[in-house]
């Protein structure tokens, strides 16, 4: 009687602790098994142009999307215009929905560019300078803005800064998908 009692109750642990790791959340910088990263949870709209991060206790809560990017940046640099077209292009880890990421997520990745299977995959080096675009390696483009302008994110330096999305061509970009 006791021994079929041990058995359950360590069954029911087992199939606990299982269902436990199946629901747990990615971490940060974690490869899938598609291939793709694991790289935040979207921010609101409301935080993305505040650069601030709503106050509930877990992303899911409230109410913000988990994304995911690709293992690498595109190849090249790109005005804003040409990074919009790979990204829509892209097709790869069996996904077809990658698209330029906001400005919340761009921030996140930011943030987050030295975690797990992130790191070392950014273009960051702050000591870089083009003579021809007057701009350091580093900058990536964000999909939102204006008609002709569109937000960027520093690697190196972490800033967020503006360019003209047509004449600047010298944007990175790293494609995301939720």
């Given at each position: 009687?006791?021994?079929?009692?041990?058995?359950?109750?360590?069954?029911?642990l087992?199939?606990a602790?299982?269902?436990?790791?199946?629901?747990?959340?990615?971490?940060?910088?974690e490869?899938m098994?598609?291939g793709?990263?694991?790289?935040?949870?979207?921010?609101?709209?409301?935080?993305?142009?505040?650069?601030l991060?709503?106050?509930?206790?877990?992303?899911?809560?409230?109410?913000?999307?988990?994304?995911?990017?690709?293992?690498?940046?595109?190849p090249?640099?790109?005005n804003?215009?040409?990074?919009?077209?790979?990204?829509?292009?892209?097709?790869?880890?069996?996904h077809?929905?990658?698209?330029v990421?906001?400005?919340?997520?761009?921030?996140?990745?930011?943030?987050?560019?030295?975690?797990?299977?992130?790191?070392?995959?950014?273009?960051?080096d702050?000591?870089?300078?083009?003579k021809d675009?007057?701009?350091?390696?580093?900058?990536?483009?964000?999909?939102?803005?204006?008609?002709?302008w569109?937000h960027?994110?520093?690697?190196?330096?972490?800033?967020?800064?503006?360019?003209?999305?047509?004449?600047?061509?010298?944007?990175?970009?790293?494609?995301?998908r939720?």
């Amino acid at each position: 009687m006791k021994t079929k009692a041990l058995l359950a109750a360590i069954f029911t642990l087992y199939a606990a602790s299982t269902a436990a790791d199946q629901l747990r959340p990615e971490q940060t910088g974690e490869t899938m098994p598609d291939g793709t990263v694991f790289a935040g949870y979207s921010p609101s709209a409301e935080a993305e142009e505040a650069f601030l991060w709503p106050e509930q206790d877990h992303p899911l809560e409230r109410g913000l999307q988990p994304f995911y990017a690709t293992a690498a940046d595109a190849p090249g640099a790109y005005n804003w215009f040409g990074a919009a077209q790979y990204c829509a292009d892209l097709q790869t880890a069996g996904h077809d929905n990658w698209r330029v990421p906001n400005l919340g997520e761009l921030r996140a990745l930011e943030i987050n560019k030295d975690k797990g299977a992130l790191a070392g995959t950014f273009n960051k080096d702050p000591d870089y300078f083009d003579k021809d675009t007057g701009l350091s390696q580093g900058w990536y483009w964000a999909s939102s803005g204006g008609d002709d302008w569109a937000h960027q994110v520093h690697f190196g330096r972490g800033p967020a800064g503006y360019a003209d999305k047509a004449e600047y061509d010298a944007g990175l970009v790293r494609c995301v998908r939720n």
